[in-house]
């Protein structure tokens, strides 16, 4: 049993989940994003669960996960993530990088992707229905617009 700051907190999937909130609307838009006010992931559950996300520009000490919703699907989750950076090594400000990651059933991910961070500088706005797993993105500081689909294997494409 893996335990994190002394507490009996086991790190599971199931565990994990909880951090979050249950996506419940037919649409999809920044407010997916929003968080529950103890919501910051402990490290254990950021060293088991998005080990594969965890690269990026902000020195490792100045860098914190925050849990917000996630979608559940027949055959995958869909986890919606802020990566926050209060320190980069690269001269931004400070900043949340919005992520949305996919797991199977058994916690293992599938495959995950930023949409994008928001700062002081830059941002952007997110768009989609639940349903159709099709994620609009624009980047209004350079007005660019992307698309993302979730295919039915829980793969970000």
């Given at each position: 049993e893996q335990k994190q700051?002394?507490?009996?907190e086991e790190v599971?999937?199931?565990?994990?989940?909880?951090?979050?909130?249950?996506?419940?609307?037919?649409?999809?838009?920044?407010?997916?994003?929003k968080h529950k006010e103890k919501s910051e992931l402990p490290h254990?559950?950021?060293?088991?669960?998005?080990?594969?996300?965890?690269?990026?520009?902000?020195w490792p000490k100045n860098i914190y996960?925050?849990?917000?919703n996630y979608i559940e699907k027949e055959?995958?989750?869909?986890?919606?993530?802020?990566?926050?950076?209060?320190?980069?090594k690269n001269p931004e400000p400070r900043y949340a990088e919005k992520l949305i990651l996919t797991y199977d059933k058994t916690g293992k991910m599938i495959d995950f992707r930023s949409l994008g961070k928001s700062s002081e500088k830059e941002g952007n706005k997110i768009e989609a229905e639940s349903n159709?797993?099709?994620?609009?993105?624009?980047?209004?500081?350079?007005?660019k617009y992307r698309e993302?689909?979730?295919?039915?294997?829980?793969?970000?494409?």
């Open positions: 700051n002394g507490s009996s599971t999937f199931t565990n994990y989940l909880k951090y979050f909130g249950l996506w419940d609307k037919p649409y999809i838009d920044d407010s997916i994003y254990s559950f950021v060293t088991a669960f998005l080990s594969s996300a965890q690269e990026c520009d902000c996960w925050q849990a917000c055959n995958f989750y869909i986890l919606f993530v802020l990566r926050c950076c209060d320190f980069s159709s797993l099709h994620i609009g993105v624009t980047e209004y500081n350079i007005k993302y689909t979730v295919d039915l294997n829980g793969k970000i494409n």
